[in-house]
Each structure stands twice: as structure tokens, then as C-alpha cells.
């Protein structure tokens, strides 16, 4: 007997999860809280019940959580190309329903992945990375303030802010270090700042926000980066390729590792070198630098392995 798959989509917002159930032809909302959540996941079948949302960061923890304490797999899929999608099947206009509705065709018409299972470790340290990043972006703006401020009270007020802030940060990278105490992270942290120009930072950044590392094809592992170059050609014309999507933090967290592995690496400062002259760009160099070094990274990791 054939056991057919239903792909129920879900339109998660900051306070209210629609969701579609393409048996009944059905919406409801609920609230994104534990509650209702974890009810609705356990009145799915884990046998045939396949759920796909949009990826909306810190919003979807809830939901990942309660599916995967249910057994119930999901998969989250970009927002930009569930918008197209909807466009496609000619639905021009945008609510909640008509995208929860998009996803769940969306799911049955591409046959999605199921993700894997959220890990509590890894969790944490997005979440302290994020926080880490957040406070680091909010003392650069207090660093920016200074400089243009002469007046003695407001100097001082901005300059006790900054102190602030840098004890905030150094309680956070504590707790960081606490976290990547744990075994399993602390050998992939030691394989990562093997790897040329990937500090401590770099390699945190990799397990908070790409988990996936180690998993992936290179031009996969390119892609969510951020660092893989698109076509723009049409007819005779042969446009510039460029990078764009991906994860925003981890393409920085690269690019800042790359500026490095140039000065630290002879083999990859001969590749800089030949890609800029070639392009004619010392960034396209960078980038380009950058795409080679998630794809040593994510071999490094699938085979286990320190850099050679």
C-alpha cells in the first residue's frame, strides 16, 4: 500500500501561525506560542505529515521545537522564492492564508527535504552569537557618536555607554566559551581555526549560524554563504556575475576570514592575486578567496579533518 504525503503550510508571524491543511481545505490561526503549538504538532501523523514554513528566523523556533518533540518533519524554504511561487500559480495578491496555502503546494509540488531536528546546543549559540553581534553593531554606533561629540557631559555619558557595553560583550563571550566547552563543538571549533585566516569568531559564527557545514555540496555550501557568483546573460549579452542571498553573517564572517588567509596563506594569495588581475577587482579577489575557503571548510568537516 502506498502511504501519500501531505504537506500542511504554515505562515508564521511574530504573535500567530495560519496554517493550511490541504485535506480539509481548512485554515486556522494559532497562537506562536508553546500551547497551541505543540497541540497542533501532535495531532499530526508522523507517518505522513510533512510541514513547510517560510525560514523567519527567531520566529520559528517555537514551531521547529514542538514538530520535532512531535516527530513531525519540516522544512523551511526561503521567503523570496515562496513569494515567486505564489506569483506563479497567479496569486498576486498577499495574505496569510493565501501564503500559507502557496507553501503547502509548494511542498507537494518539489517534493522538499525534511531538516534535521533543531539541536539545543546549537540553539544557544546562535542565540549568544546573535546577541554577541547585536552588542558589538551597538558599541560601533556609540564609537561613531564619539567622534563628532564635543561637548564634555554628552563625551562622557557616550564613553560610560561604551564601557557598558564592552563589559555586556565580554559577559556574553563567556558564556560562548562556556557553550563551546561542550565536546562535539569544541573539536569542530579546533578544526575550523586550523584552516588559515578563521578565527575564533569566524568558527563560531560557522556552528551558530551554518550547522549544515560539513553536510553540503561546495556549491551548496557556497550558496548559503552567500559567495557563489549568478549568471546575468540574456541573448548576446553576457553581464557580470554576482554574488547575492545566502546568510548575511556568515558571508561577513567569511570575508573578514579571507582578508586574512590572503596575508597567512601563500597559496591563497596567489589565487587573490590571479583572480584580481583577471577580474580586474581586488574584491571579486576577496570573494572569490572566500568561496574557496567555505569549500575547504566544509570538506574539512565532512572528512574530519585539521587543515593541511
Do not use: W
Request: charged content about 25%; glycine content about 6%.
Amino acid at each position: 500500500m502506498t502511504i501519500h504525503q501531505t504537506f500542511v503550510g504554515c505562515d508564521i508571524g511574530k504573535e500567530a501561525v495560519d496554517i493550511f491543511d490541504p485535506r480539509t481545505a481548512r485554515f486556522c490561526r494559532l497562537s506562536n506560542s508553546q500551547a497551541p503549538l505543540s497541540a497542533f504538532a501532535q495531532r499530526l501523523d508522523p507517518a505522513t505529515d510533512f510541514v513547510v514554513f517560510e525560514a523567519t528566523g527567531h520566529c520559528d523556533r517555537l514551531l521547529r521545537l514542538c514538530l520535532s518533540q512531535a516527530g513531525i518533519a519540516f522544512a523551511r524554504v526561503n521567503p523570496k522564492t515562496a513569494r515567486r511561487f505564489a506569483e506563479a500559480r497567479g496569486r498576486l495578491a498577499k495574505t496569510d492564508r493565501i501564503d500559507a496555502r502557496s507553501l503547502a503546494e509548494m511542498g507537494a509540488m518539489f517534493g522538499l527535504t525534511a531538516e534535521a531536528p533543531p539541536c539545543p546546543v546549537r540553539e544557544r549559540l546562535a542565540a549568544l552569537a546573535r546577541r554577541r553581534d547585536q552588542l558589538v553593531d551597538a558599541r560601533a554606533i556609540e564609537r561613531k557618536h564619539l567622534a563628532d561629540v564635543f561637548e564634555p557631559a554628552v563625551r562622557a555619558d557616550i564613553e560610560a555607554m561604551i564601557a557598558v557595553l564592552g563589559e555586556r560583550i565580554a559577559s556574553i563571550e563567556a558564556e560562548i566559551d562556556e557553550q563551546m566547552r561542550n565536546g562535539h563543538l569544541a573539536q569542530q571549533a579546533h578544526r575550523l581555526t586550523s584552516a588559515p585566516g578563521v578565527g575564533k569568531v569566524t568558527a563560531v559564527t560557522l556552528l551558530a549560524h551554518m550547522p549544515e557545514l560539513g553536510s553540503l555540496s561546495p556549491k551548496t555550501a557556497a550558496s548559503l554563504a552567500g559567495l557563489a557568483p549568478f549568471n546575468d546573460d540574456s541573448g548576446k549579452r553576457s553581464g557580470r556575475r554576482r554574488i547575492k542571498g545566502g546568510r548575511p553573517r556568515v558571508r561577513k564572517a567569511l570575508y573578514m576570514a579571507a582578508l586574512g588567509a590572503i596575508k597567512a596563506s601563500p597559496h591563497l594569495r596567489a589565487f587573490h592575486q590571479a583572480v584580481s588581475a583577471r577580474t580586474g577587482s581586488a574584491k571579486a579577489g576577496i570573494i572569490a578567496v572566500a568561496r574557496k575557503l567555505i569549500t575547504i571548510l566544509n570538506a574539512m568537516q565532512r572528512d574530519k579533518t585539521s587543515f593541511v
